[in-house]
């Protein structure tokens, strides 16, 4: 994944493909911070007709553009604005505080509970409304990943049309 928001920031970053950098797009209305790196998975286009959003666990944030080996955990289905919107929860892969976890079942629940929390009210104050709801596992998880990265070939190929025409195809320079 690449991280566009680090750990702790209330700043949010966005890959801009057509210009090839990260911009900042807003500070959050509210006073919060993300619960972890955010970002996103090259070469995938979500239901959203963004790259699928990542939220991995970090002890330290990293830096906006760093590239983290991750792996999936579980999934958070939401609905943002009255669109449907995926949330991946990933650990990284080299840190050896989490290579223990993987499943859904092995994040604190209260670390769950503050994620879902956050994704709940952080838009409210500027005026859009965000549902939970649920998790999925591993597997629904990988599922989504593989089914965006297919998405984002057909679009690339142009055998589908985007839903919307996309920002950047992110990822489609190097492939």
């Given at each position: 994944?690449?991280?566009?928001?680090?750990k702790?920031s209330?700043?949010k970053?966005e890959?801009?493909?057509?210009?090839?950098?990260f911009?900042?797009d807003r500070?959050?209305?509210?006073?919060?911070?993300?619960?972890?790196?955010?970002?996103f998975?090259?070469?995938?286009l979500?239901?959203d007709?963004?790259?699928?959003?990542?939220?991995v666990?970090?002890q330290?944030?990293?830096?906006?553009?760093?590239?983290?080996?991750v792996?999936p955990?579980?999934?958070?289905n939401?609905?943002?604005?009255e669109?449907?919107?995926q949330?991946?929860?990933?650990?990284?892969?080299?840190?050896p505080?989490?290579?223990?976890i993987?499943?859904?079942d092995?994040?604190?629940?209260?670390?769950?509970?503050?994620?879902?929390?956050?994704?709940?009210?952080?838009?409210?104050?500027?005026?859009?409304?965000?549902?939970?709801?649920?998790?999925?596992?591993?597997?629904?998880a990988?599922?989504?990943?593989m089914t965006?990265?297919q998405?984002?070939l057909?679009?690339?190929?142009?055998?589908?049309a985007?839903?919307?025409?996309p920002?950047?195809?992110v990822?489609?320079?190097?492939?």
């Amino acid at each position: 994944m690449i991280v566009e928001i680090p750990k702790n920031s209330s700043n949010k970053y966005e890959y801009d493909g057509n210009l090839g950098v990260f911009r900042l797009d807003r500070s959050l209305y509210s006073p919060m911070h993300y619960p972890g790196d955010y970002g996103f998975i090259p070469g995938t286009l979500a239901e959203d007709n963004d790259p699928m959003d990542v939220l991995v666990l970090v002890q330290e944030p990293s830096f906006t553009g760093c590239l983290i080996e991750v792996r999936p955990v579980g999934i958070l289905n939401m609905v943002d604005s009255e669109e449907g919107d995926q949330k991946v929860l990933a650990v990284p892969n080299r840190n050896p505080r989490y290579d223990q976890i993987h499943t859904m079942d092995q994040i604190f629940s209260h670390v769950r509970r503050e994620i879902e929390h956050f994704f709940t009210i952080y838009k409210e104050l500027q005026g859009a409304h965000t549902r939970m709801e649920g998790w999925g596992g591993p597997r629904e998880a990988r599922r989504a990943i593989m089914t965006s990265r297919q998405r984002y070939l057909d679009v690339k190929a142009g055998t589908v049309a985007a839903i919307q025409p996309p920002v950047a195809v992110v990822g489609a320079a190097s492939e």
